[in-house]
């Protein structure tokens, strides 16, 4: 019953989307406002009608109704109530519902803004919208129906369809699969809706341009508008990529963050995009520059927002034929291919209209390090995208399978994230329209020598050789003064104009220019993450031994020792090996650590629990790695030391405060206005009364 | 002449390339005496199972890999160095065990495409930033010259502006 009603409720919504995009195009051809408004009316319809679907889909996780196909794959008796409701983004239907779920509530915001001065957007936007959500419903429907149930034929036998095939009954089946152990951890929790959210919100942006493009409406209007979802979208996806990295680091164990893995790249790659967007639209808002390359980039985002769900979602990494089985691959395919090439004709349609307003200038103006910028992250991009397709490509061809692993992209990129510090330290001091290297060197000399001597000269005294970690400390200690000297620089003007205390004056100089100096707060979140990578890459030192009980391990000043080992069964059918080892540093206890090893009976599946002692400096990261489980006296450890890996969390949360300083919402000056009416009128009635 | 520097620059990315994945096919030296985990997971830090996608051998908790990583101590034991294991593997399982594709036939595109891509997007960069200075009726080396002069009153301005900023 809840299942027909809400796969019910998801096919009415294809429908009114199908519905939306043709009344929106009609009446924006045809001038009929009606139209538009009722398409905006069937977007927002969408969204409750979505809503239903996924509370329904939830119900009958949460009630464990195991006879509904997907229930029984992704949840089980054994699952607490939380993990029930977030097993929604477990498996691929659920995700994909998930995903048109956060689609249509974005899409339905956009549509319930002030609409005054761009009425002549809003057709378009309705209709880009409702275009990519209803391929997403259409696939749900048709392909992928979270709703399907499992059915008992009259010969015995099983089937899994939508309705109720002839003579057949519902199985009756007591309990699910469950939830892939690797994922009942609180990062996986959030991790997939902030990706998810990242994602759709980059959609926004997009309609806007093409918009932009169908009503040749082409000046940076649509930046302007888009600006704040473009960084809402941003955000979203930063924090997904963060939470993925502190999830692998904590549950994986392999003793690192990021692995390069095809599925963490395929959402790394519209963040690279987006990130490449952020700075260029500055260009075009500030010079009226590079109107192309914008609209080239917010379409290359959207493709690779809608190719990294396609990665992540048909099979395909696996390997190419998984490909051609699955059905939603080739759909998925297509549907890049179309909107990117309606997409590109559009950007040709407009190439004339979308001229720069004025020249580029000069080699060391802002705009022209922007554009380096926008040329370094492509190339990561490139070698991104490139490392993710080789492998299919090299099937395809000679049938021969390769691993592009993380040494290739490791050597690859390097080169291009020094490039991109470095350049985080020179363009916030060049100026739009002309720099020169006298200009800027009178302005770089000081934080140079400065980095100089810290980022380099106390590295070498403190005896470190690696040239790799050099460059990037100097690097480090180049941005970091460089952004603190900026913020300084304007702290001190406005106390000495406005008479300002230092606090007040850091905060005013913020809220006044929040893009601006959030820019700088995220610019030092990188450089703190850079810490923390430098020194997991670079220092990151590892042993493995095998020991007695008593025995011990040694590294980098640490003695492990192996006390005792527990296996025991848990009541959400998990048999645990635990060890606990005493932790000593340069001879004194420091305290104990317990690597375990989870066995989830139901999925037949191992998972790592490293045993951590995180400090500034490091992070002393122990894996139980194998034990003899009869005697329980010896056992395998792995033991990394993770140089101030913390810096990168703590790099990933100043981060995410910067980006929400530059998306924080400016007051609205409209309604800014009408409160200040309202309370001139309000005074004035108070003073009449009074007089009265 | 212009043509002559892309090409070495080039070429000499594809040397750096060429000799980066060398390095990775390097031989160990056999060593003598008990194997130890630590020198097991060298090899395997570098190897992939066809089974366990992107984990790579030396972390993999599977079974399976744990036997790969025996067979590895096995082989280290009987004096075989890390370019004979690897090649053994190579030759049973394919090239998909290593973790980057080894540079012949084919799998030279892997290693050559970013960089010529990218070098591409730096030529579009100068020559995009060349005639927009063209177009601006103003000759690269006079409007160096001129941007250069302290003397210009804009100039002046600008520096002005940043210091008050």
Redo the contacts between chains.
């Keep these: 019953m809840v299942a027909d009603f809400s796969f019910g409720a998801l096919v009415i919504a294809f429908l009114i989307a199908v519905y939306g995009i043709v009344a929106a195009i009609y009446g924006a051809r045809n001038g009929k406002t009606e139209w538009v408004e009722s398409a905006r009316l069937a977007m927002l319809l969408t969204f409750p009608l979505i809503t239903i679907s996924a509370l329904g889909l939830m119900f009958l996780l949460v009630t464990g109704r195991y006879e509904v196909e997907y229930v029984a794959q992704v949840t089980s008796n054994s699952m607490p109530y939380y993990l029930r409701v977030t097993a929604l983004w477990g498996g691929q239907s659920g995700s994909l519902l998930f995903w048109a779920w956060l689609m249509s509530a974005f899409a339905s915001a956009v549509t319930l803004r002030k609409w005054d001065r761009d009425r002549e957007f809003l057709p378009w936007v309705i209709a880009v919208s409702l275009f990519t959500l209803a391929f997403f419903l259409f696939l749900i429907v048709i392909f992928e129906n979270p709703f399907s149930r499992i059915w008992r034929m009259p010969g015995g036998e099983f089937q899994v369809t939508m309705f109720q095939p002839a003579g057949a009954v519902l199985a009756s089946m007591r309990d699910g699969q469950g939830l892939n152990p690797l994922l009942r951890h609180p990062g996986m929790i959030i991790h997939p809706p902030m990706l998810y959210l990242g994602f759709v919100a980059f959609v926004v942006p997009y309609a806007f341009a093409i918009a932009a493009l169908i009503t040749g409406r082409t000046d940076d209007r649509w930046i302007r508008i888009t600006r704040r979802w473009t960084l809402v979208a941003w955000l979203f996806l930063s924090l997904g990529l963060l939470l993925g990295g502190r999830w692998a680091y904590d549950v994986l164990?392999?003793?690192g963050y990021w692995?390069w893995?095809?599925v963490e790249i395929s959402a790394f790659m519209p963040w690279l995009t987006g990130t490449a967007f952020l700075h260029s639209v500055m260009i075009q808002e500030k010079r009226g520059l590079f109107k192309h390359w914008n609209m080239a980039l917010i379409i290359l985002t959207y493709a690779l927002v809608i190719f990294g769900t396609f990665l992540t979602r048909s099979g395909v990494?696996?390997s190419v034929h998984a490909f051609a089985q699955s059905a939603i691959g080739p759909l998925f395919f297509g549907f890049i291919g179309l909107t990117f090439s309606i997409s590109m004709y559009l950007l040709l349609r407009r190439w004339d209209s979308l001229k720069?307003e004025g020249?580029?200038?000069?080699?060391l103006s802002r705009e022209?390090l922007f554009?380096?910028n926008n040329?370094l992250f492509?190339?990561i991009l490139?070698?991104c995208f490139?490392?993710v397709i080789?492998?299919l490509?090299?099937e395809l061809?000679?049938g021969?399978?390769?691993?592009?692993?993380?040494?290739?992209y490791e050597?690859?990129t390097a080169p291009l994230f020094a490039g991109l510090l470095f350049l985080m330290g020179i363009a916030p001091l060049s100026?739009w329209r002309?720099s020169?290297?006298?200009?800027l060197g009178?302005?770089m000399w000081k934080p140079f020598i400065f980095s100089l001597i810290v980022g380099l000269g106390l590295p070498l005294l403190m005896g470190i050789r690696n040239w790799a970690a050099l460059i990037g400390f100097f690097l480090i200690a180049f941005v970091s003064s460089v952004t603190l000297y900026e913020f300084w620089?304007?702290i001190l003007?406005r106390h000495r104009s406005q008479g300002e205390n230092y606090f007040i004056a850091l905060r005013n100089m913020t809220e006044r220019n929040r893009r601006r100096y959030g820019g700088y707060i995220i610019h030092l979140g990188v450089v703190l993450m850079a810490i923390g990578i430098i020194g997991i890459e670079l220092f990151q030192k590892?042993?493995?031994?095998?020991i007695p009980q008593g025995g011990t391990v040694t590294m980098s000043g640490y003695t492990l020792t192996y006390q005792s080992l527990a296996i025991f069964d848990t009541t959400d059918g998990r048999n645990v090996a635990r060890a606990v080892l005493s932790v000593e540093k340069d001879g004194k206890k420091i305290g104990e650590l317990y690597p375990r090893?989870d066995f989830f009976l139901e999925s037949q599946q191992?998972?790592?629990i490293p045993g951590v002692r995180s400090t500034w400096e490091d992070d002393l990261y122990v894996?139980l790695?194998?034990w003899l489980p009869v005697s329980s006296q010896g056992a395998?450890f792995?033991v990394y030391l993770n140089p101030l890996v913390n810096w990168l969390w703590l790099g990933g949360l100043v981060f995410i405060l910067g980006t929400l300083i530059a998306a924080w919402p400016d007051k609205d000056p409209e309604y800014e206005q009408a409160r200040l009416r309202r309370r001139v009128y309000q005074a004035d009635l108070k003073r009449r009364n009074a007089e009265a | 002449m212009m043509k002559k520097t892309w090409l070495s620059i080039l070429y000499s990315l594809l040397l750096t390339l060429l000799w980066?994945g060398s390095v990775?096919a390097q031989d160990a030296a056999p060593t003598p005496g008990p194997i130890?985990?630590?020198q097991v997971?060298a090899i395997a830090k570098?190897m992939?199972c066809?089974v366990c996608?992107?984990?790579?051998l030396d972390?993999c908790?599977?079974q399976a890999c744990?036997e790969w990583r025996e067979l590895i101590r096995d082989k280290l034991a009987e004096g075989w160095n890390e370019k004979q294991i690897r090649a053994f593997f190579v030759e049973r399982f394919?090239?998909?065990?290593?973790?980057?594709?080894p540079a012949r036939?084919?799998?030279w595109?892997?290693y050559v495409?970013?960089p010529i891509?990218?070098l591409a997007?730096?030529y579009l960069?100068y020559k995009a930033?060349q005639s927009?200075?063209v177009?601006?009726g103003?000759p690269p080396v006079q409007?160096d010259r001129s941007?250069?002069s302290?003397e210009d009153p804009?100039?002046d301005r600008?520096?002005e502006?940043?210091r008050?900023?």
């Design positions: 164990g392999w003793g692995g893995d095809p990494l696996s720069s020249q580029m200038t000069s080699v022209a554009l380096l040329l492509m190339g490139i070698v490139w490392g080789f492998p490509v090299s061809v000679s021969q399978k390769v691993t592009v692993g993380p040494p290739f050597r690859a100026a002309l020169t290297a006298r200009t009178r302005l620089r304007g003007a590892e042993t493995q031994a095998t090893r191992p998972m790592t894996i790695v194998d395998s792995k | 980066s990775l130890t985990d630590d997971n570098n992939y066809p996608e992107n984990t790579p972390v908790p599977t744990a394919g090239d998909r065990v290593l973790a980057t594709p036939g084919l799998n595109l892997v495409i970013p891509a990218f997007g730096l960069l930033f927009m200075r177009s601006a103003v409007a941007s250069a302290s804009y100039l600008l520096e502006e940043l008050k900023m």
